[in-house]
């Protein structure tokens, strides 16, 4: 099974208020565990960088200018997402402004279905608690301490890793790994040498309590 966890980066909060992508980051997961195949572009956004936003993630106009514009690689992250679920936290914002960059391109836009919200399932399993990716590493004692600006591909893996505790695939991850491990310092294991058959037969005392018990029977069908 393939999915897809994806983040992004904007100008803003809004596509429809003239705010754009600014940076999309993806991981492939196969079977819920990274493959080791991920996307990442900065993009382009061909506007100004409002500050609010600047200070979020820290990508300003001038280091994107020297980036493609989402035209330039839509093909290869629509090619790259293929059919697969998207796994996003907040999926209503990051979808908002994917399928408004399509859009602008004449494209399909990407359907709603196909995003597995994490938000939504981390307040299902935890109502009540703090939902946001920061919050929820330190519930699973993820590290995310490299995280000191939103960043659309680290925030895309620590995201997988959260995901996976979220689905309560970890466990037999790691229980697979100790196996693996125990196998390992153990060595191959021995050759077993086969038993020779064991005797079946009742033995003379044996039928001699058997005929004794017989004869306390009224009618056994065992001597009919």
Known sequence: MREIVLDTETTGLDPAAGHRVVEIGCV???????????????????????????????????????????????????????????????????????????????????????????????????????ANLDALCRRFEIDNSGREKHGALLDAELLAEVYLELIGGREPVLALATASRRNAQNGPLAERQPRPPRPHAASGEELATHTEFLGKLSKPIWLA
């Open 28 to 130: 492939e997961l196969v079977n819920h565990l990274p493959s080791g195949r991920v996307f990442h572009h900065y993009i382009n956004p061909e506007r100004d960088m409002p500050t609010e936003a600047f200070n979020v993630h820290g990508l300003s106009a001038e280091f994107l200018a020297g980036h493609p514009v989402f035209a330039a690689v839509a093909e290869e992250f629509l090619a790259f997402i293929d059919d697969a679920p998207l796994v996003i936290h907040n999926a209503e914002f990051d979808m908002k402004f994917l399928n408004w960059e399509l859009k602008l391109l004449g494209r399909a836009v990407l359907p709603r279905e196909r995003a597995i919200d994490t938000v939504a399932m981390a307040r299902r399993r935890f109502p009540g608690s703090p």
